[in-house]
């Protein structure tokens, strides 16, 4: 599960993780009168007004008229995603900026050319900075254990810094029988050139960091760009964090953090029914059980000439009912051109998927070709069941046929 | 011959006398899996035979610990069923009463639990698969997990898998071509899990009767390129490959807790590309991993007759 940028920092708050005063905004209104009481009346000189969607890449991201498709300006300048406003009015310059901001398009290497509409910003206090950094915990798969990762490399994607210059990277693994120790602190430090106050700073943060991830059950917590202030202190610039969906039973409290707006509306439809859905691209709309099995299907479906619609696994309780909430919400993709199940009953019955089917296909419309295969558990009462049922199906027997028959709808 | 259980393995079920248990129980017995016992604390003494509408053909004694149902059954194997938040204990007391065998189908299983496991493992002798996985299937012997038995048969082709449904599709396909599997070992789709590919291959590769390896991958992880370095130093036997995930889009979680690409890393091409230059034949399309597997093995007994 991924959370915005504020939301992230009022969590590190908790740990006692430095980050910048700041404060969630949902109106140009809020955002100036914000500005004014909190921040420039409070001493602020610069204050920052950051764009909150779950993609990264939004201090270089462009936003655009929802509407035209113009790049939206305030006073002569390019509205960015993240916008530094200092001299003059600032509150009203808040104002003004937010106001161009909300509710229309974000553009950022990461959304790609559909965007994002901004819904929420932080308002936030600027920052005299010395140098940036960048700092995250993960787990390493191969070993089965945590890494920190530090960088001089600041601001950079860090996938181009493991790349370009790997000796920039410096790594940490904990380990769990002891945790993460001080002489790591230290070798991480001594591995940026950190000296003085800036070595004194960076030891208590990145312990306070690597507390947070644990405490908060993260799959993954990057500080990119994790600054030096020109006064030698550490501060999380920005934040980002991953949780481990398997751990999120722990914190319940972290269901409300969840902002379906950042979600494609099907996939939010799918998960009230613990339904396992992505929404891709693609013209052949597909229901598996199993998620491998579900990728295989998709990736025949490509041999065979077409593309994925979606990825859905509809797992192992399988029942009518299930069946046909994923048949209805798989057909809502208007891009569907033709539909293939794919089920092999183990724990799963196929006679009882087949009833899902009929059921479905008498609650949904359905104009396109739907091929069918079962097999395993029950295969043969199950397509008796497609067969007597007088409705129109494709049934394959076997995943070479179902191929097949995919290929002949795109021939 | 089979890698890690055969018919003489002793089982016991943790978290037997749950749901999931009880329906997993029944038919593992009804395959003729020896179960010795079943563990839920605070039921120990009593004698189990399932509950309306899922009876055991023979009613399995339940202890409250693994510790006591080990003395007294001498059991080496362990099947885990209980809910995610109980999993890592689970294991742990498994790895703890000397439990050779242990296998977690628990899905859910938080990563911070599994990182101290993982950690307990690697310094005992005990064998983990999964979390997260359908189990290990030696055909005609011993099935620990809940794939559907019927669809196995016993032979010489070894199996590993990091899904469920996928491995049944292939294995079916094996079958239906009248190839016989030595054993099938489903090691599940988690970040963390107890046996690797590299672990199933080295058994395969050392046990006798085994002649060819399946090895069906997905995307996220290195842990398919890992095991055909491996493959390439030290295994003669044919190994066939089939990675899952060519068309799923990078970030993104595909069902599996671990087949997500991520800065780039664990796609489809990259692991076939590293499979292929290892020399293991990577099949393009599910359709085709039977067929491929079988002319893998027509391939071996043509070179056995040139070398005759």
């Known amino acids: 599960m991924k959370i915005h940028e504020y939301q992230a920092k009022d969590l590190l708050r908790r740990y006692d993780v430095p980050v910048l005063k700041g404060k969630v905004v949902f109106s140009a209104e809020e955002a100036g009168r914000i500005a004014h009481e909190e921040f420039i009346s409070q001493g602020s000189k ?16 462009t936003i655009y008229d929802v509407n035209t498709g113009n790049e939206m300006q305030v006073e002569g300048k390019t509205v960015k995603g993240v916008n530094v406003l200092v001299g003059g009015n600032v509150a009203d310059k808040a104002f003004q900026y937010a106001g161009a901001m909300l509710g229309n398009k974000l553009i950022t290497i990461q959304t790609g050319e559909a965007g994002s509409i901004v819904r929420r910003m932080l308002i936030e206090d600027g920052c005299s900075i010395a140098k940036e950094y960048y700092a995250s915990i993960l787990l390493d798969r191969t070993c089965g254990k945590n890494i920190i990762m530090v960088s001089t490399e600041g601001g950079m994607e860090i996938e181009k810094v493991a790349e370009e210059t790997p000796e920039r990277i410096i790594k940490e693994h904990v380990d769990p029988k002891i945790g993460f120790q001080d002489f790591q602190a230290r070798r991480l430090a001594f591995g940026l050139g950190l000296s003085g106050d800036a070595f004194k700073s960076f030891i208590p943060f990145i312990k306070k960091l690597v507390n947070a991830y644990y405490e908060l059950d993260c799959s993954m917590l990057e500080i990119n760009p994790l600054v030096l202030t020109t006064d030698n202190k550490f501060v999380a610039l920005d934040a980002k964090i991953n949780f481990d969906d398997n751990a999120i039973y722990r914190h319940p409290e972290f269901i409300d953090l969840r902002d379906i707006d950042e979600e494609d ?17 693609g013209n052949v709309g597909c229901m598996v059980n199993g998620a491998g099995l579900a990728m295989a299907t998709m990736d025949m479906i490509q041999n065979a000439g077409g593309s994925p619609a979606n990825f859905l696994d509809v797992g192992g309780g399988a029942n009518v009912e299930r069946i046909s909430n994923a048949f209805r919400i798989m057909m809502s993709d208007p891009n569907v051109k033709a539909v293939l199940i794919n089920i092999f009953g183990g724990i799963v019955r196929c006679d009882k998927v087949a009833d899902g089917i009929i059921t479905a296909l008498k609650n949904v419309k359905v104009d396109v070709p739907v091929i069918v295969r079962l097999d395993g558990t029950n295969a043969v009462e199950g397509l008796a069941t497609l067969k007597n049922s007088g409705m129109d199906f494709k049934v394959a027997a076997n995943f070479e046929e179902a191929a097949n028959l995919v290929a002949a709808v795109f021939a | 011959m089979s890698v890690l259980i055969n018919k003489k393995t002793k089982v016991l079920v943790q978290g037997i006398t749950g749901s999931e248990g009880t329906f997993h129980t029944a038919a593992m017995i009804d395959y003729g899996t020896n179960i010795v016992g079943g563990i839920t604390p605070g039921k120990g003494g009593t004698e189990y035979s399932g509950k309306p509408g899922v009876n055991f053909a023979r009613p399995i004694p339940v202890f409250n610990s693994v510790r006591d149902a080990v003395q007294a059954t001498k059991a080496d194997a362990s099947v885990i069923f209980v809910p995610p938040p109980f999993a890592a204990d689970a294991i742990l007391e498994a790895i703890d009463s000397g439990i050779k065998v242990i296998i977690c189908i628990t899905e859910g299983v938080p990563v911070k639990d599994m990182i101290n496991v993982y950690s307990k493992l690697k310094d005992s002798d005990s064998v983990l698969v999964g979390p997260n996985c359908p189990g290990v299937i ?5 099935k620990i997990g809940i794939m559907p038995g019927f669809i196995h048969k016993a032979g010489k082709v070894g199996v590993v898998s990091r899904s469920g449904t996928l491995t049944y599709e292939a294995v079916k396909q094996l079958t239906d071509l009248k190839i016989g599997q030595s054993t099938c070992i489903g090691i599940g789709g988690d970040p963390i899990i107890g046996t690797q590919f590299i672990d199933a291959v080295k058994y395969f590769n050392e046990d006798p009767k085994t002649e060819a390896i399946l090895m069906i991958g997905e995307i996220g992880g290195t842990a398919e390129e890992t095991a055909a370095e491996y493959i390439k130093e030290f295994v003669t036997k044919p190994v066939i490959g089939f990675i899952a995930g060519k068309t799923a889009p990078p970030g993104r ?19 076939a590309k590293a499979l292929e230059s290892c020399g293991i034949r990577v099949v393009e399309t599910p359709a085709m991993i039977g067929t491929a597997v079988k002319e893998a093995l027509d391939g071996l007994k043509k070179t056995t007759k040139k070398a005759k």
């Open chain 2, 253 to 271: 979680r595909m069902g599996h807790a671990g087949a997500i690409i991520s800065g780039g890393k664990g796609t489809a091409a990259d692991k």
């Open chain 1, 46 to 61: 610069v204050i920052v007004v950051k764009s909150q969607i779950h993609a990264g890449g939004r201090g270089k991201g």
């Open chain 1, 265 to 281: 509306p099907l996939e939010v439809e799918a998960s009230k029914f613990d339904l396992n859905y992505i929404k891709l691209d």
């Open chain 2, 138 to 142: 030696t055909p005609g012997e011993c």
